[in-house]
């Protein structure tokens, strides 16, 4: 027998649920409706805008070049995310706090202004808008989330590993290389597709520093303020199930590599 | 424990040489190039601490500090870009012009009224969630049910604020719903209001809230509960006198996070709202795009934003009597 106070939340916990499902349900549906008017009710159904979105050229372009900069800027932030949190992680030094607080400014700085300094930076340091700006700004957004996780995780590490190591005759890097980074690979496999996610879902970047060449958030974004197509569902709908995938694949794999130890 | 010895085994693993590799790790530090190297930069704690730092610092300083000091240089200059054999004045115009023209303070209010009630709103509705998260279910469950909540944030900004669009459309699912029931004649318009933009930021935003509560509520032991109950306190007090003052911190981080991202949400208000709530970033990025040379404006109006979420942010943690700066740690 549950409490009246149990049941409540309970209920409230899965209208919450249907709330951030909904939407996103109805776009799924829309995506498969025999029409050229996106709006309900749905009278016919076709799966030609999905056969349309997957020969129109621009998408596919704007998907394969989000993609590459999203990899691109994924592995650049966990060099230098890692390499920070190594750094400040053992570190005691005057001034540490600061320098913690600096590594992550991005994190919290609104987006928009976030995108538009980093427009005028790129301005100012002669660097065009186009790929190269735009992985740069996507890099400087998620290092101090890799930071954060890769501290968290180093935090938990085994000293006696890396001194056993050091005495059995390994220099530092070695013994970072051979010790320490296996020992962070599950917050750095987990790391890196919070980045992913983040870069590939990106807009405000990518709409401030991008070339010519849209990513396909600011494809999409573009479609929707020119009056919407249904082949919008479509592409949503791809996005969709493309980085809902990715995000379970994921979770699956980082609660598999942290159950080995725990 | 039977992992304790699972746990050796695997650690061990880490460091036993494994075949293949022993050949280019032995190769690599029996090189003397590498050797000379080692002794240059690893020899002691002291030049191991500087290879780390110069270019952690200068990665750090350059380009987290760096965009937002050009930002603030830039608004103070009279033109930008650089026109060919001129050199800018440095002026206040661009700060000025924000306290002249009321087109651009309506904006500004309306950003931080709006993101202050979405914020709390967010946390009105994400608080039950997360003290059914952390206090009512089985911690076996919780994974599960966090994960459910988990998923629809893993899709971007704009296909998210799409899916909001055919929730609330004249054609959209609510308004059919809403007419089939015979609740209303005709369409409501829902959409490019503050409902609709409310709607939107709510649903973006909300995990940010959910998160940090629910890290804060769930580290509290549930004996402090028992012994508030054993000295004779009722459900609702044991909430107002443990739970919340227990939970404060995940309130104001998650309050703090909501805030400064709903504030910095550019396509969903150019998406969602209409002309009687257009944000103050739709003003900045106004500056951006219109041709001609508009920079140091949009960088002051940039700066001006940025301060003001700052102190607001600042304001709100010496309310909650919370110690500045450790919003992330």
Not at chain 2, 190 to 214: D, K, N, R
Request: charged share 10%; with cysteine.
């Amino acid at each position: 027998m549950m409490r009246p106070s149990q049941i409540a939340l309970t209920t409230f916990y899965w209208a919450f649920i249907v709330y951030l499902f909904l939407p996103l349900a109805l776009m799924v549906v829309m995506g498969f409706k025999d029409s050229n008017f996106i709006g309900f009710p749905i009278n016919a159904w076709t799966t030609r805008w999905y056969v349309q979105v997957f020969q129109d050229t621009a998408v596919l372009q704007a998907f394969g070049y989000t993609l590459l900069i999203s990899i691109a800027s994924t592995a650049l932030s966990l060099v230098i995310g890692t390499w920070c949190a190594v750094f400040l992680g053992p570190a005691r030094f005057w001034g540490r706090a600061l320098v913690f607080a600096v590594m992550c400014l991005p994190a919290v700085i609104p987006g928009v202004i976030s995108a538009i300094s980093m427009r005028i930076f790129i301005r100012a340091i002669g660097l065009d808008p186009g790929t190269g700006a735009i992985i740069l700004g996507l890099t400087i957004h998620n290092v101090p989330f890799v930071a954060l996780m890769v501290l968290s995780r180093l935090g938990a590490i085994p000293r006696s590993q890396v001194e056993a190591a050091r005495d059995l005759g390994a220099d530092s890097l070695v013994a970072f290389l051979r010790v320490t980074l296996p020992f962070l690979f599950p917050s750095l496999l987990g790391a890196s597709i919070f980045c992913m996610l983040l870069s590939f879902d990106d807009f405000v970047r990518a709409f401030f520093l991008g070339g010519y060449q849209p990513t396909l958030p600011v494809l999409i974004f573009a479609e929707l303020r020119s009056g919407m197509s249904p082949a919008i569902n479509a592409i949503s709908t791809v996005v969709l199930v493309v980085t809902a995938a990715l995000g379970l694949w994921a979770e699956r794999g980082t609660r598999r590599l942290k159950g080995t130890r725990s | 424990m039977a992992t304790t010895s699972e746990r050796t085994g695997n650690d061990a693993a880490l460091i036993r040489p494994q075949d293949g590799t022993r050949g280019f790790w032995t190769r690599l530090t029996g090189n003397p190039a590498y050797q000379r190297a080692s002794d240059l930069l690893l020899s002691s704690d002291r030049r191991r601490f500087w290879l780390l730092a110069v270019p952690a610092l200068i990665w750090m300083f350059g380009t987290h500090l760096g965009p937002i000091l050009t930002m603030i240089r830039i608004s103070f200059l009279d033109s930008y870009p650089p026109t060919a054999g001129r050199v800018p004045d440095v002026t206040l115009e661009n700060y000025l012009l924000f306290f002249q023209a009321p087109n651009y303070i309506t904006p500004f209010v309306r950003t931080f009224v709006y993101s202050t009630c979405y914020t709390l709103l967010t946390l009105s509705l994400m608080y039950p969630i997360a003290y059914f998260l952390a206090k009512k279910l089985r911690p076996s469950r919780q994974m599960l049910f966090l994960l459910l909540l988990l998923v629809p944030f893993w899709v971007g900004e704009i296909v998210r604020t799409y899916a909001i669009m055919i929730l609330l459309g004249n054609r959209g699912f609510l308004n059919i719903v809403l007419m089939g029931l015979g609740l209303t004649s005709r369409p409501i318009p829902f959409m490019y209001t503050g409902f609709s933009l409310g709607m939107g930021l709510v649903y973006l935003t909300s995990l940010y809230m959910l998160l940090p509560l629910y890290a804060s509520l769930e580290k509290i032991p549930r004996n402090y509960l028992e012994a508030a109950a054993d000295l004779g306190a009722g459900s609702w007090t044991r909430f107002r006198r443990v739970t919340l003052p227990l939970s404060k911190d995940g309130i104001a981080s998650g309050c703090v996070l909501v805030f400064l991202i709903s504030t910095g949400y550019y396509a969903t208000p150019v998406l969602l709202g209409g002309p009687s709530t257009t944000v103050f970033a739709e003003t900045i990025a106004g500056f951006f795009h219109v041709a001609g040379d508009k920079w140091p404006e949009g960088a002051a109006f940039s700066t001006i934003m940025l301060l003001a979420s700052l102190v607001t942010v600042g304001l709100f943690l010496r309310l909650l009597g919370r110690r500045r700066g450790s919003l992330l740690g």
